[in-house]
């Protein structure tokens, strides 16, 4: 990867962080949480970063879109399971970054998540698949082929798989990550 690239990315992952909280900031300040809302938030932070010549209007829409599929899972996962953020999240997550997640969905009631959820599923079915170059927020990404498991504390880049290099990946939830990987049974040294 050359320097260039690797700057870009970087750069990719910081924005990732900033448009998370800036959604966050928006979702608080909003008088009424509803679909339109987040939307707006999401839109307003997009429109931001572009502004500030932080990224590209493509880059831009890409961490934006990256941010929707990993709220769009997380709520999914957390409605499904009634757990809270902390006990859903299978990697030991920095306390900012634990942070940010609650207060974006605390910001934003059930009833707004799934709403997009539902509006963006046609769109987004691609989406439950994180693919290598994109940017994740915390939580273990599974690779498609092997089973092997890549953990994130913070958003990061996502890499080829170490294993096989395989470039696609699933996310695990908390009971997802205490299973054994694809292809090893439970006690198995590898």
């Not at 599974?142 to 699933?170: Q, W």
């Amino acid at each position: 990867m050359s320097e260039q690239e690797h700057e870009r990315l970087e750069r990719l992952e910081e924005a990732y962080r900033r448009m998370a909280e800036r959604v966050r900031e928006r979702l608080e300040a909003a008088e009424e949480r509803t679909a339109e809302s987040l939307k707006l938030a999401l839109i307003k932070a997009q429109d931001e970063a572009i502004a500030l010549k932080e990224l590209s209007r493509q880059e831009a829409e890409q961490v934006a879109a990256w941010l929707r599929r990993d709220l769009r899972h997380l709520a999914q996962a957390l409605r499904e399971t009634g757990e809270e953020i902390r006990t859903w999240l299978p990697v030991e997550v920095e306390a900012e970054e634990a942070y940010l997640l609650d207060k974006i969905l605390s910001a934003a009631d059930p009833t707004t998540l799934a709403w997009l959820e539902l509006k963006e599923q046609a769109a987004l079915a691609d989406y439950d698949i994180w693919r290598t170059g994109e940017v994740t927020g915390p939580g273990v990404l599974e690779c498609t082929e092997c089973g092997e498991r890549l953990h994130f504390t913070r958003p990061s880049r996502i890499p080829p798989c170490p294993k096989c290099h395989n470039t696609t990946f699933v996310r695990l939830t908390s009971r997802d990550a205490t299973e054994p990987p694809a292809g090893e049974e439970a006690g198995d040294d590898g």
